[in-house]
């Protein structure tokens, strides 16, 4: 429902924040195959150009490291055409922020 206000854009944040991780511990540390269809509902919802990714730093470092919130996110949306996956890896905070991706 809130995607009806234009000037509303959402952060994808890594999967720490709502995935649980297995216990014991292992790797890698979530099931992505399994994991809620978030994102896939935000991008329904909002096209990615309303969506840009948010690694939740510093917080995240304590989960699952921020290094591997690139990778997980990068690793589910793979299934996605480039043109999203650059969109919401950069695309759109770039055209929010003004500034240039290289």
Not at 38 to 58: H, K, N, Q, S, W
Request: proline content about 11%; glycine content about 8%; charged content about 20%.
């Amino acid at each position: 429902e809130m995607a009806k206000y234009p000037n509303l854009y959402l952060k994808i944040p890594g999967f720490g924040e709502y995935v649980p991780r297995p216990f014991p511990a292992q790797s890698p540390p979530f099931d992505l195959a399994n994991a809620p269809p978030y994102i896939d509902m935000a991008i329904e919802a909002f096209g990615v150009d309303r969506l840009t990714i948010g690694t939740d730093y510093p917080p995240s470092s304590e989960r699952e490291g921020y290094g591997n919130v690139i990778r997980y996110i990068r690793e589910y949306l793979m299934r996605f055409s480039g043109a999203q996956q650059e969109a919401i890896l950069g695309g759109t905070a770039a055209s929010l922020f003004d500034f240039e991706i290289h």
